[in-house]
């Protein structure tokens, strides 16, 4: 088979069809996509804005938040233009653009909720030394370390993956451009990159996972020791919005990349990607708003 050009354009299938059914869906997702912007730019703006807010905890929860906005502006804009237009193309830079910021905030994210866990350990662990052990400097070193690390992850696989030569059957089955996808096309035998690529995909997965369960296996040590039923009360709803979170995105991740291949399928794909690009990031906002006192209290001083 002919390799074609590395200028020519990819042309995304995307997640819908014209009939009336996929009509309603679509609307849907923008609802949804439009919550999650106005959700995650507000918790933005709250933790800026009201000084009892900031604490390294909310700082950490801004980065959230600031990932979760920046996914959904990456997908879902392309995503409407190319259903409203038709036009379901997408320039290899734009695709290389999309694998990028998708593999780097979606691995940043990772981390970011490990360094969230270490944050809940000390708060209910250690709340006396928690200025000593949760300080600015140890903050902002774990955010500087997530983001580099799904950064570098990022550069790394998209690079790899707009480096080979795709054949003329240049049709991705998918909403936007996600490596695995992209590497189907690739004329050459394209195995040890996506075991590489496989592996990448697991360690960023699994690391976190294993920090946070540390994390929170020593806060459940804890949290049995204590004799007062309010003090362990207050332990849990401490903890229940970020294990909440961890929930939900690592439940996607796995449930994504450490499936066998064989299990797999175009529509699968599409509809797990739209769980972890969409729906997560909506619920983000919904589930600190609504379990987290001070973030209450700081909506309802800005709504007064």
Not at 262 to 273: F, L
Request: aromatic share 14%; charged share 15%; net charge positive.
């Amino acid at each position: 088979m002919e390799n074609w050009n590395i200028t020519a354009d990819f042309i995304l299938l995307g997640l819908f069809n014209h009939t009336g059914a996929h009509r309603f869906l679509f609307v849907l997702v923008l609802i949804i996509a439009f919550t999650s912007l106005v959700g995650n730019t507000l918790m933005l703006f709250l933790i800026l804005l009201d000084p009892r807010l900031h604490r390294p905890m909310y700082f950490l929860l801004s980065q959230l938040s600031l990932m979760d906005l920046m996914l959904i502006s990456t997908i879902v804009p392309k995503m409407a233009v190319d259903y409203l237009t038709e036009k379901k193309l997408i320039s290899p830079a734009g695709c290389g653009f999309q694998i990028f910021f998708f593999i780097t905030l979606g691995g940043g994210e990772c981390f970011l909720l490990a360094a969230m866990s270490y944050d809940r350990y000390v708060a209910v662990c250690h709340p006396l030394r928690y200025p000593v052990l949760m300080s600015w400097k140890l903050c902002l070193s774990m955010i500087l370390g997530s983001w580099f690390l799904g950064t570098a992850d990022g550069l790394m696989q998209a690079a790899a993956t707009l480096n080979f030569s795709f054949c003329r059957t240049h049709e991705i089955d998918h909403f936007f451009c996600e490596a695995p996808t992209l590497v189907r096309l690739a004329c050459a035998d394209t195995s040890v990159f996506e075991y590489v690529m496989y592996i990448c995909c697991v360690l960023m997965l699994l690391i976190p996972i294993f920090l946070i369960l540390i994390s929170y296996c020593l806060i459940l040590a804890a949290v049995l020791q204590m004799h007062s039923n309010e003090a362990r009360k207050k332990a849990f709803a401490t903890c229940s919005s970020h294990l909440s979170v961890v929930g939900l995105f690592f439940g996607a991740g796995n449930f994504t990349y450490m499936r066998p291949k064989s299990y797999r399928s175009a529509n699968y794909n599409k509809v797990v990607s739209v769980y972890y690009t969409i729906f997560t990031p909506v619920l983000n906002p919904l589930i600190y708003s609504l379990r987290n006192s001070e973030v209450k209290g700081a909506l309802r001083k800005c709504m007064d």
